[in-house]
């Protein structure tokens, strides 16, 4: 059973920038893994994703250019992929939800089914 914590998040101006990171424990071998989000009354939104496997990286239309989700390479962050959000709008603001997957499924451009593997969420709020 894989676990996920989420670090990061929190309040912006509009043009700000923010990091989510999320760590997996109980993960081994490749995996894939993204990022969420859901805004009151709006349906929930793969914003990015990343596949250890081979780098792949998946992103919405909506955070292309804004967006950057990468793997920490740093020798302390195993398992650990960072999203650094830049750019930010108000239309961004939403609970942002960490997810994985045993498979490169997160970074297909069609996402079928769920991702078996969540965290709790965090906020991101962008005022104008």
């Known amino acids: 059973q894989a676990r996920l914590v989420e670090s990061g998040g929190g309040s912006v101006q509009a043009g700000g920038s923010l990091t989510l990171s999320c760590r997996a424990g109980?993960?081994?071998?490749?995996?894939?893994m993204g990022w969420f989000r859901q805004a009151p009354g709006k349906e929930r939104e793969r914003v990015a994703s990343f596949y250890t496997g081979d780098g792949t990286t998946y992103y919405a239309d909506s955070v292309k250019g804004r967006f950057t989700i990468s793997r920490d390479t740093q020798e302390w962050a195993d398992n650990t992929v960072v999203l650094q959000m830049s750019s930010l709008r108000p239309e961004d603001t939403a609970m942002y939800y960490c997810?994985?997957?045993?498979?490169?499924?997160?970074?297909?451009?069609?996402?079928?089914?769920?991702?078996?593997?969540w965290g709790r969420g965090t906020q991101i709020t962008v005022s104008s």
């Open positions: 109980n993960i081994y071998g490749p995996f894939s």
């Open positions: 997810a994985a997957d045993f498979s490169r499924r997160l970074v297909e451009s069609t996402l079928q089914g769920e991702p078996p593997y």
